[in-house]
């Protein structure tokens, strides 16, 4: 596997700088979005617009520079506490090699294996291919009060995708390209955006005699939200499927043969002219504009709150600084091991109908293409507990809460490329008579396939202080896979000490907060 180390520093090496899908919002991402039903006014600036409308404390907030970070795989063991990871980052090719053959042993379990088990091993493994989602969320600030919410935050995604066509005749020495299998490349992908939301929510109070009556929720609210997306780049690489899109050795010939051929869709920066790669951040930052459209409900009374929502119901036109291209790897009589010891002029001769891209192919300047929202439905339900007038249990314990969050993908994007269903399970609990809120969730299905999340909050009168951490690949709070943490300072109005899941009462237009008693009443009793 070693002779191979270039191939797979050229599969895998360009995950090392990218960026995913998280939840901006700490306080939601630590509980895996039981927030989407059990919210208050800040957290419908991220997710549900219908929680502007539940009239939950605090009234008012702001959240300043909420920010999150993703990086993970569906197979990749790809800790951040890899010790050979910070020579990937910053060294040489050698140092990401190293990298990656230590990513590779603990992704697979390969360690002390003789060279066929470690070739069946992979065989196995390597069937579906390989992706690799990485993302980044901030915001300047977050202002929401009730019925009104306020966001503008900035986003980068990516996504590769690597089919088991491409690593099978690397790593496999039984379906490698030595077994007379055809290798298919049909399912590689890599899609990145970077784009900024403005987005304004509103959310109000209304009664639905049918849940009311049956389910004894009382109460309900809806809403809507409404953005405008500004679009920075977008760059799209993908096997035409047109084209046959395999590699496969021929017996006869006793040669190898590789067809295949891929699409670009660039916008920005990103790639101009005869693919050269640029600085993303430089030069025209407006090249898409789009719209987007959030609609929620929430039906809950003190104890229960179910809710439905839709988000990222939208488009971005890409208008400026649009180019595409098509390229082909075409040969008969292909020797892989050409690419490390041949110059790609010596290995591909076009005069035969051969090709591979190099900088002669230039990127072709068109008008305009249309790229759709990730779109998502959510169906919650979250239960509160609350022990505020349990006397000195109080202290300890303020309150609980647990939901789960049903999520299934209509619109694939990055991050977001599979319509697996996602459901999340959230607890949080309010130690320190509330002041400091612990929540934790697991991850069931989704990109993730399986993850667990914890979260911790420092919470004042006015002021807060939220952080969260996923562990993606294992329940166990251990990055097997990858991970995301975000964080934010809140400042707040509207909120009264002591008090949990404190709701508007409209009738005494006021808020209805458990009346808490005083130790010697306590004690008394």
């Known amino acids: 596997m070693r002779k191979y180390t270039f191939i797979i520093v050229f599969v895998l090496c360009i995950i090392r700088s990218l960026f995913g899908a998280p939840d901006n919002n700490p306080v939601s991402a630590g509980m895996t979005q039981s927030r989407n039903s059990g919210g208050n006014a800040l957290d419908a600036a991220y997710g549900n617009p219908a929680l502007l409308g539940t009239y939950r404390l605090p009234s008012s907030a702001i959240s300043l520079i909420p920010t999150s970070v993703a990086f993970w795989s569906d197979k990749l063991a790809i800790s951040p506490v890899n010790p050979y990871l910070p020579y990937a980052l910053f060294g040489g090719r050698r ?7 230590s990513v590779i042993d603990e992704s697979f379990g390969i360690w002390n294996l003789n060279p066929d088990e470690v070739s069946e091993k992979l065989t196995k493994e390597l ?28 986003m980068t995604d990516i996504e590769i995708k ?17 077994s007379g299998e055809t290798h298919n490349f049909s399912d590689f992908s890599i ?27 009382d109460k309900a609210a ?11 780049s977008y760059f799209e690489m993908k096997a035409d499927s047109e084209c046959e899109n395999i590699l496969f050795y021929d017996p006869e010939t006793n040669m190898y043969v590789v067809d295949a051929r891929f699409k670009v869709r660039n916008a920005g920066n990103t790639v101009s002219n005869n693919w050269q790669f640029n600085n993303p951040f430089a030069g025209r930052l407006i090249n898409g504009q789009g719209l987007g459209l959030d609609l929620g409900s ?24 649009v180019s595409k291209s098509n390229f082909s790897f075409k040969k008969e009589g292909f020797d892989i091991v050409d690419i490390m010891e041949k110059e790609v002029d010596e290995i591909f001769d076009r005069t ?12 072709e300047r068109v008008k305009s293409f249309l790229t759709y929202l990730p779109m998502a439905a959510n169906i919650g339900y979250t239960y509160y507990y609350d022990l505020s007038s349990k006397g000195n249990i109080r202290d300890a314990v303020q309150y609980l809460s647990a939901g789960v969050n049903y999520e299934q993908q209509i619109v694939k994007g990055p991050g977001r490329s599979g319509y697996t269903p996602r459901f999340t399970f959230g607890a949080a609990a309010g130690f320190f008579d509330g002041a400091v809120p612990v929540r934790a969730g697991i991850i069931l299905g989704g990109s993730e396939k399986i993850a667990s999340a914890l979260g911790i909050g420092f919470d004042f009168t006015k002021f807060s202080l939220d952080g969260s951490y996923k562990a993606v690949g294992s329940p166990y709070f251990s990055p097997r896979r990858g991970m995301e943490l975000a964080g934010a300072v809140t400042f707040m109005w509207g909120r009264k000490p002591n008090v949990f899941n404190a709701v508007y009462d409209e009738e005494e237009e006021d808020f209805n907060v458990p009346k808490l008693e005083s130790k010697e009443e306590s004690e008394g009793r």
């Not at 809806?222 to 920075?232: D, N, P, Q, T």
């Open 95 to 101: 140092d990401l090699s190293m990298w990656i053959t």
């Open 127 to 154: 069937r579906g291919g390989v992706s690799v989602y990485a993302g980044m969320r901030t915001s300047p600030f977050v202002y929401a009060t009730t019925g009104f919410a306020f966001n503008m935050r900035s």
């Open 162 to 178: 690597a089919p088991e066509g491409m690593l099978l005749p690397v790593f496999s020495g039984t379906n490698g390209i030595l």
């Open 191 to 217: 899609e990145g955006i970077w784009a900024t939301e403005v987005a304004v929510k509103l959310g109000f109070s209304t009664t639905v005699p049918v849940f009311r009556n049956l389910l004894n929720l």
């Open 222 to 232: 809806a809403g809507v939200g409404f953005k405008y997306i500004l679009g920075h």
């Open 298 to 321: 929430v039906f809950y009374n003190s104890s229960h709150s179910f809710s439905f929502d839709v988000q990222n119901i939208g488009f971005i036109f890409w208008g400026k600084n």
């Open 352 to 363: 035969k109908g051969e090709s591979f891209p190099n900088n002669d192919d230039t990127l």
